[in-house]
């Protein structure tokens, strides 16, 4: 099997065995199908990007889009699915090299950010009110979780992360819940980071003051901080 690529105090690994499982499953399905499939298997000691939450996740999309801010774990994951999805699309006459630099010279244009603003209207959406929406967001609850000490970055467990986020009100237990597309958290810190003692590691906005412990709970048993930096690529390995 392969080697462990995440820190000894990261629990991960055993998660790696049954996403590559799964993985091959998926491919299998697909061929039995006759549809051509691969599967990329991504590494998960830290939610992809910088922001989690409905409304933030979606700001963070078209940031990255129009070239605002493009974090690099996000870009590198886009970029792969995309090369993948053109050269099987193109029933693999282009190589899937040339496939990616075609999918970096899109990205470095504003095509797909107006492409994004045309999705958005079909469905409804008024992307000025969605603007407007931002800025008054930076106002909200807001709960800073700080470094205890000087260090790096080694972990902040992704699914600790997604179950906050559900408890704060970003996500359903039940079809009918309502989901507070305002809460959510933005990651100041990634792993691989320095960070000094105070430092803010990661930003919550959120409705109740009541959530605030819990919140501090959960940052504190899900961001691991090391003597030593620490990170892995994020695609572990391409099923095909």
Sequence with gaps: GAAN????????????????????????????????????VTRM???????????????????????????AGLAEVVLVLA????????????ALGKCRQACLEMLSSQAPFECFKTMLKAQGGDWAAFEKESERLRNWNVYEWTSPNDGFVRGIRARDIGFLLNDIGGGRNRKEDVIDPKAGFEMM???????????????????????????????????????????APWV????T
């Design 189 to 231: 810190k990634k792993v691989g980071d320095a960070v000094k003692k105070g430092e803010v590691v990661i930003r919550a906005f959120y409705r109740d003051e009541a959530l605030v412990k819990k919140m501090s709970a959960v940052f504190n048993r899900a961001v691991t901080i090391a003597d030593s930096a620490s990170k």
């Design 45 to 71: 000691d830290e939610p992809l990007g910088y922001n989690v939450g409905n409304h933030l996740e979606v700001e963070e999309s078209a940031d990255f889009l129009r070239g605002v801010r493009q974090e």
């Design 236 to 239: 572990l390995e391409t099923l």
């Design 5 to 40: 690529p995440f820190p000894t105090d990261v629990p991960v690994l055993p998660e790696l065995a049954q996403a590559r499982e799964l993985g091959k499953k998926l491919v299998e399905v697909a061929r039995a199908e006759q549809v051509d499939a691969v599967a990329i």
């Design 83 to 94: 090369s993948w999805m053109v050269f099987l699309g193109g029933r693999k006459k282009i």
